[in-house]
């Protein structure tokens, strides 16, 4: 796997930092298949929680800070316009989602739903079925 390389790094309405990052790869002559990488780290913070009962609850199930990923690809990109093409991926970004992902409410409601996924099974940390005899 290669390195990735940091793009840019945002400071959303709601104190939060979304990192953008290259992750790019050639796949064929001059050609690449552009992938731009967002990141944005939430921390398990009092802020985010009804009360410290909930925050505590939280920290035993969720990692620290919890993270958010989207990745956004274009296929078949000339390397010369590897940069414009990651610019424009980083500003789709911020015009579709940015809004929300810097909404107060964000953070909060990111929690909650990756805590109702990791109550119910289907999570971050849910094991993997196993097949017997296939």
Do not use: W
């Amino acid at each position: 796997m290669t390195e990735t390389t940091l793009i840019r790094q945002i400071i959303l309405p709601n104190s939060l930092q979304l990192v953008c990052r290259d992750d790019s790869r050639r796949y064929f002559g001059d050609y690449l298949l552009v992938r731009l990488h967002a990141s944005l780290a939430i921390p398990l913070e009092s802020r985010f929680f009804a009360n410290e009962d909930e925050r505590l609850a939280a920290q035993l199930i969720l990692p620290d800070p919890l993270v958010y990923c989207r990745c956004a690809e274009r296929m078949g990109v000339p390397s010369a316009e590897l940069t414009g093409v990651l610019e424009s991926l980083v500003e789709d970004l911020l015009t579709n989602a940015g809004e929300y992902l810097g909404s107060v409410e964000f953070p909060a409601r990111y929690i909650q739903a990756e805590l109702r996924k990791a109550r119910s099974g289907k999570g971050r940390r849910a094991e993997l079925p196993v097949f017997r005899d296939a």
